[in-house]
Protein backbone atom coordinates (compact mmCIF):
# COMPACT_ATOMS: atom_id res chain seq x y z
CA UNK A 1 0.00 0.00 0.00
CA UNK A 2 1.07 3.12 -0.77
CA UNK A 3 0.30 5.06 2.46
CA UNK A 4 2.87 2.85 4.08
CA UNK A 5 5.54 3.37 2.04
CA UNK A 6 4.83 7.01 2.61
CA UNK A 7 5.03 6.91 6.40
CA UNK A 8 8.49 8.51 6.34
CA UNK A 9 7.94 11.20 3.95
CA UNK A 10 6.37 14.36 3.91
CA UNK A 11 3.97 14.50 0.27
CA UNK A 12 3.51 17.81 -1.16
CA UNK A 13 0.99 18.72 -3.35
CA UNK A 14 2.24 22.18 -5.42
CA UNK A 15 -1.09 22.59 -6.77
CA UNK A 16 -3.76 24.97 -6.04
CA UNK A 17 -6.80 22.84 -8.07
CA UNK A 18 -9.21 21.67 -6.01
CA UNK A 19 -9.69 18.67 -8.25
CA UNK A 20 -6.11 17.23 -7.76
CA UNK A 21 -6.30 18.03 -4.25
CA UNK A 22 -9.82 16.36 -3.75
CA UNK A 23 -8.03 13.19 -5.94
CA UNK A 24 -5.60 13.16 -3.71
CA UNK A 25 -7.83 13.13 -0.63
CA UNK A 26 -9.82 10.31 -2.77
CA UNK A 27 -6.68 8.59 -2.99
CA UNK A 28 -5.81 8.24 0.62
CA UNK A 29 -2.83 10.05 0.65
CA UNK A 30 -1.71 12.78 3.38
CA UNK A 31 -0.18 15.64 1.84
CA UNK A 32 0.75 19.58 2.52
CA UNK A 33 -0.01 21.93 -0.32
CA UNK A 34 2.83 24.21 -0.66
CA UNK A 35 1.94 26.83 -3.30
CA UNK A 36 5.14 28.96 -5.59
CA UNK A 37 4.31 31.36 -8.31
CA UNK A 38 5.96 30.62 -11.07
CA UNK A 39 5.41 32.21 -14.95
CA UNK A 40 4.67 29.58 -16.78
CA UNK A 41 6.12 30.08 -20.21
CA UNK A 42 7.98 27.68 -22.40
CA UNK A 43 9.70 27.66 -25.67
CA UNK A 44 7.44 28.50 -28.41
CA UNK A 45 8.86 25.51 -30.72
CA UNK A 46 7.75 22.64 -27.71
CA UNK A 47 4.64 20.16 -29.18
CA UNK A 48 2.09 18.78 -27.13
CA UNK A 49 3.24 16.66 -24.25
CA UNK A 50 7.08 18.21 -24.77
CA UNK A 51 4.93 21.83 -23.09
CA UNK A 52 3.74 20.00 -20.08
CA UNK A 53 6.92 17.81 -19.69
CA UNK A 54 8.50 21.33 -19.49
CA UNK A 55 5.93 23.59 -17.04
CA UNK A 56 5.60 20.80 -14.62
CA UNK A 57 9.53 20.29 -14.79
CA UNK A 58 9.42 24.37 -14.25
CA UNK A 59 6.80 24.04 -11.35
CA UNK A 60 8.58 22.04 -9.30
CA UNK A 61 12.46 24.03 -10.02
CA UNK A 62 11.04 26.61 -7.26
CA UNK A 63 11.15 24.06 -4.50
CA UNK A 64 14.21 23.46 -2.15
CA UNK A 65 13.35 19.86 -0.83
CA UNK A 66 14.36 18.44 2.55
CA UNK A 67 15.69 14.77 2.49
CA UNK A 68 12.29 13.39 3.18
CA UNK A 69 10.18 15.15 1.41
CA UNK A 70 8.47 14.53 -1.72
CA UNK A 71 6.86 17.38 -4.05
CA UNK A 72 4.40 16.42 -7.19
CA UNK A 73 3.95 19.14 -9.32
CA UNK A 74 2.18 18.81 -12.93
CA UNK A 75 0.49 20.86 -15.60
CA UNK A 76 -2.52 19.98 -17.93
CA UNK A 77 -3.11 21.63 -21.57
CA UNK A 78 -5.68 20.58 -24.27
CA UNK A 79 -3.96 20.29 -27.75
CA UNK A 80 -6.04 20.82 -31.23
CA UNK A 81 -4.46 21.44 -34.20
CA UNK A 82 -1.51 22.23 -33.29
CA UNK A 83 -1.54 24.67 -30.87
CA UNK A 84 -2.33 24.68 -26.96
CA UNK A 85 -5.82 26.01 -26.03
CA UNK A 86 -4.87 27.13 -22.39
CA UNK A 87 -7.14 28.74 -19.50
CA UNK A 88 -9.19 31.53 -21.14
CA UNK A 89 -8.85 34.81 -19.81
CA UNK A 90 -12.61 35.59 -19.90
CA UNK A 91 -16.16 34.68 -21.16
CA UNK A 92 -14.95 36.20 -24.96
CA UNK A 93 -12.07 33.69 -25.06
CA UNK A 94 -13.71 30.60 -23.49
CA UNK A 95 -16.62 30.91 -26.61
CA UNK A 96 -13.76 30.89 -28.55
CA UNK A 97 -12.08 27.55 -27.43
CA UNK A 98 -15.10 26.15 -26.62
CA UNK A 99 -16.68 26.39 -30.76
CA UNK A 100 -13.53 25.26 -31.88
CA UNK A 101 -13.53 22.55 -29.57
CA UNK A 102 -17.20 21.75 -31.02
CA UNK A 103 -17.75 18.65 -32.88
CA UNK A 104 -13.27 17.89 -33.11
CA UNK A 105 -11.38 15.38 -31.13
CA UNK A 106 -8.46 17.24 -28.79
CA UNK A 107 -5.83 15.65 -26.73
CA UNK A 108 -5.83 16.33 -23.39
CA UNK A 109 -2.24 15.87 -21.98
CA UNK A 110 -1.07 16.13 -18.39
CA UNK A 111 2.50 15.99 -16.75
CA UNK A 112 3.42 15.47 -13.38
CA UNK A 113 6.99 15.80 -11.92
CA UNK A 114 7.94 13.81 -9.07
CA UNK A 115 10.79 15.36 -6.94
CA UNK A 116 12.82 14.62 -4.18
CA UNK A 117 16.33 16.33 -2.62
CA UNK A 118 17.63 13.08 -4.72
CA UNK A 119 15.99 12.44 -7.71
CA UNK A 120 13.40 14.02 -10.47
CA UNK A 121 11.03 12.10 -12.45
CA UNK A 122 8.41 13.32 -15.47
CA UNK A 123 5.77 11.56 -17.14
CA UNK A 124 3.09 12.39 -19.04
CA UNK A 125 -0.54 10.89 -19.94
CA UNK A 126 -2.79 12.00 -23.43
CA UNK A 127 -6.64 11.14 -23.08
CA UNK A 128 -8.16 11.87 -26.69
CA UNK A 129 -11.74 13.03 -26.07
CA UNK A 130 -14.25 14.11 -28.92
CA UNK A 131 -17.05 16.63 -28.82
CA UNK A 132 -20.76 16.43 -30.47
CA UNK A 133 -21.73 19.74 -31.93
CA UNK A 134 -22.58 22.57 -29.79
CA UNK A 135 -24.62 24.84 -30.37
CA UNK A 136 -24.41 28.85 -29.19
CA UNK A 137 -26.82 27.82 -26.40
CA UNK A 138 -25.33 25.46 -24.66
CA UNK A 139 -21.67 27.08 -24.81
CA UNK A 140 -23.53 30.41 -23.31
CA UNK A 141 -25.67 28.02 -20.90
CA UNK A 142 -22.72 26.56 -19.70
CA UNK A 143 -20.07 29.76 -19.63
CA UNK A 144 -22.92 31.89 -17.58
CA UNK A 145 -23.46 29.14 -14.92
CA UNK A 146 -20.04 27.31 -14.67
CA UNK A 147 -17.85 29.74 -15.11
CA UNK A 148 -15.21 27.54 -16.21
CA UNK A 149 -12.08 30.30 -16.17
CA UNK A 150 -9.76 28.15 -14.50
CA UNK A 151 -10.03 25.17 -16.54
CA UNK A 152 -7.65 24.19 -19.87
CA UNK A 153 -9.40 24.42 -22.57
CA UNK A 154 -12.73 26.27 -20.65
CA UNK A 155 -14.20 23.11 -20.07
CA UNK A 156 -14.57 20.71 -16.92
CA UNK A 157 -15.45 17.20 -18.16
CA UNK A 158 -17.37 16.47 -15.08
CA UNK A 159 -19.63 19.21 -15.42
CA UNK A 160 -22.69 19.61 -17.09
CA UNK A 161 -21.17 20.27 -20.78
CA UNK A 162 -19.41 17.16 -20.25
CA UNK A 163 -22.52 14.87 -19.77
CA UNK A 164 -24.07 16.69 -22.65
CA UNK A 165 -21.39 17.72 -25.07
CA UNK A 166 -19.16 14.51 -24.87
CA UNK A 167 -19.33 11.78 -27.34
CA UNK A 168 -16.53 9.65 -26.24
CA UNK A 169 -12.92 9.27 -24.62
CA UNK A 170 -10.30 7.09 -25.11
CA UNK A 171 -8.09 6.96 -22.21
CA UNK A 172 -8.06 8.24 -18.51
CA UNK A 173 -10.73 10.15 -17.58
CA UNK A 174 -8.96 11.36 -14.01
CA UNK A 175 -6.19 12.65 -16.35
CA UNK A 176 -8.86 15.23 -18.54
CA UNK A 177 -10.30 16.28 -14.59
CA UNK A 178 -7.17 16.92 -13.74
CA UNK A 179 -4.39 14.57 -12.77
CA UNK A 180 -4.24 10.83 -14.20
CA UNK A 181 -4.73 9.13 -11.24
CA UNK A 182 -3.90 5.42 -11.92
CA UNK A 183 -0.71 6.14 -13.42
CA UNK A 184 0.22 8.60 -10.96
CA UNK A 185 -0.72 5.95 -8.10
CA UNK A 186 1.66 3.71 -10.06
CA UNK A 187 4.51 5.68 -10.61
CA UNK A 188 4.46 7.35 -7.08
CA UNK A 189 5.12 4.07 -5.85
CA UNK A 190 7.75 3.38 -7.82
CA UNK A 191 9.50 6.42 -7.11
CA UNK A 192 9.76 6.04 -3.19
CA UNK A 193 12.75 3.78 -2.03
Known sequence: MLSEKLKNYKLILASGSPRRQQFFKDLNLDFEIRLKEVEETY???LKASEVTDFLARLKASAFHLQKNEILVTSDTIVWLDEKVLGKPK???EAFVILQKLSGNTH???TSVCLKSSKKTKVFNTTTKVTFSELTHEMIQFYL???KPFDK???Y???EWIG???IEKIEGSYTNVVGLPTQEFYKELLCFIP
Request: charged share 15%; proline share 5%.
Open 43 to 45: PEH
Open 90 to 92: NYE
Open 107 to 109: QVI
Open 144 to 146: KNY
Open 152 to 154: AGA
Open 156 to 158: GIQ
Open 163 to 165: LVG
